[in-house]
């Protein structure tokens, strides 16, 4: 026998009302209605949860641990109801989706201002590449992300909030010269990039291919924090994003490599699952476009 919603229903309105009967007349059920859902809630949990006294009924030492219990259940359960009949991801979880620069420059402003604006909201954070982002949005796991060039199922909604910019970055102590570095130039150095799932591994093989090269000595790394501190450490040429380097490039911890051709970047969208799509996911996009826009996050 399983626990239902029914049953804790009926046990949170005697408890309040303090009689089977006037709980009765709030369920609009019958009085033995009542006695049965709480015998099967008595005989699923194993144990007595009310003491009658004639009309009148006590709780148990087990009925009051249940009843902080029974009230979250009634709640979360309430909390359901309305996230679908109002189709609004605010009620519960939100599940994000981001890409390293964004999280790594707006998260936790980000989590602040949801706090304040929705101080029962929790969150899912996953970040990741796009390959992964992508993916848990259309397998419809995500509610929101940030993704540079997304590959989306129809379902997901994307609008572009600007380009990741990119370039390689070196310690101070390496020495690539004063010119800018040609694809032949640079592959003669031991280069960092993003493993081969990511968009960034592929922006730099195809630069380098379309200048006929083929670096010989490339490590890969998923982590762009790790990567950086690689970078800052002088053990390899990486290509990373513009603004993660901004601060070290201020304290003069590393230097931009002028390459020839230039380095492009990478559009990046706010997706969204269209299904979800209303005024208070609406306010969610707001308050990430005004961070992108506040810390210069993408061009």
């Known amino acids: 026998m399983s626990l239902t919603l029914a049953q804790i229903r009926t046990f949170d309105s005697i408890v309040r009302l303090g009689s089977f009967q006037a709980a009765a007349r709030e369920l609009g059920l019958t009085q033995p209605s009542i006695s049965q859902r709480i015998r099967e809630l008595e005989a699923t949990l194993g144990t007595t949860l009310f ?55 707006c998260l936790p402003d980000l989590l602040q201002r949801l706090e304040a604006e929705y101080p029962n909201l929790k969150t899912a954070i996953h970040v990741g ?11 419809r796991r995500l509610d929101v992300g940030i993704v540079s060039l997304p590959d989306l199922e129809p379902h997901v909604h994307a609008q572009p909030i600007g380009i990741n910019q990119l370039g390689w970055f070196a310690g101070c102590d390496i020495d ?21 799932s990511a968009r960034l591994y592929a922006t730099a093989m195809s630069w380098f291919s379309q200048a006929a090269v083929t670096p010989p000595l490339v490590s890969m790394c998923n982590s762009t924090p790790v990567t950086i501190r690689i970078i800052l450490a002088g053990r390899a040429i990486g290509l990373v994003p513009v603004r993660l380097m901004q601060e070290h490039l201020a304290r003069h911890e590393v230097r931009q490599v002028a390459v020839t051709p230039a380095m492009g970047g990478h559009r990046v969208s706010l997706c969204y699952q269209a299904s979800e ?15 992108i826009a506040e810390r210069r996050v993408f061009t």
């Not at 590449?129 to 397998?139: C, I, K, P, Q, W």
């Not at 690539?176 to 081969?196: E, F, N």
């Not at 799509?277 to 961070?291: A, E, W």
């Open 51 to 105: 003491l009658r006294h004639g009309p009148r009924v006590s709780l148990t030492t087990e009925g009051f641990a249940l009843v902080d219990h029974a009230r979250r259940l009634l709640d979360d359960a309430g909390s359901v109801v309305a996230r679908f009949r109002e189709r609004d991801p605010l009620r519960g979880l939100l599940r994000l989706g981001l890409n390293e620069s964004f999280a790594l420059v």
């Open 129 to 139: 590449d796009t390959a992964e982002v992508s993916r848990l949005l259309n397998e």
């Open 277 to 291: 799509f209303g005024p208070k996911l609406q306010q969610v996009l707001d308050v990430i476009r005004s961070l």
């Open 176 to 196: 690539t010269g004063r010119r800018p570095l040609s694809p032949v130039t640079l592959s003669r150095h031991h280069l960092i990039i993003g493993p081969q």
